[in-house]
């Protein structure tokens, strides 16, 4: 399955973003997190990330979380900072129709200093009827993604400034990507 580009990626479903301030050039976040299967490393609730195609514009690789739910993701933007910007957009999905959409972005915060921002439009709920996807969304969705975020971005944050690959669960537990037992 191929998705288009979607630019900026619509959706019925809000918006979610968290960042880190990672004391690193932008150049060695960039280099990380472009790195063919990246996530076995720094994300804190993976247990693979096997590599179709990375890096570049048709870059496509698989999620294993610890849970067992496996997602695909394919690259709908690449900017390797020949346009100025550096980071990626994402479509993420693990059957056709449920499509969510991610946006990765480093930006410059000084000669020693970047800002990892990962922000994602999740497809959780979005055939729902309005109302009842709001208040999903709302009491559900959001703070369930917002931690899920916020974990990543501090695992990358964590690579990039120790060298060291992130622990399982280093950051807390999560219900819908940790393995089920504690």
């Known amino acids: 399955m191929t998705v288009p580009a979607l630019a900026p990626p619509r959706s019925r479903c809000l918006p979610v973003t968290a960042h880190a301030r990672i004391r690193a050039p932008r150049d060695r976040v960039w280099a990380t997190i472009a790195a063919p299967g990246n996530l076995e490393a ?13 890096p570049g514009p048709d870059a496509r690789d698989r999620i294993v979380y610890d849970s067992g739910l496996q997602l695909i993701r394919e690259a709908t933007a690449w900017h390797d900072g020949s346009d100025g910007e550096y980071g990626y957009d994402l479509a993420v999905w693990n059957r056709p129709g449920a499509v969510s959409r991610a946006r990765w972005r480093v930006t410059e ?12 439009w999740p497809y959780l709920l979005a055939s729902w009827p309005a109302g009842v996807r709001q208040l999903g969304q709302a009491l559900a969705v959001r703070p369930a993604m917002r931690w899920y975020l916020r974990s990543v971005v501090l695992g990358f944050r964590h690579v990039v400034e120790t060298g060291e690959p992130v622990q399982r669960n280093q950051f807390g537990w999560h219900p819908m990507f940790s393995a089920r037992t504690r």
Do not use: Q
């Not at 720094?42 to 990375?54: D, I, L, M």
């Not at 020693?112 to 990962?118: K, N, P, V, Y």
């Open 42 to 54: 720094a994300h804190p609730y993976v247990k693979a990330n096997p590599v179709e195609r990375w």
């Open 109 to 120: 915060e000084g000669p020693a200093a970047s800002r990892l921002t990962i922000t994602i």
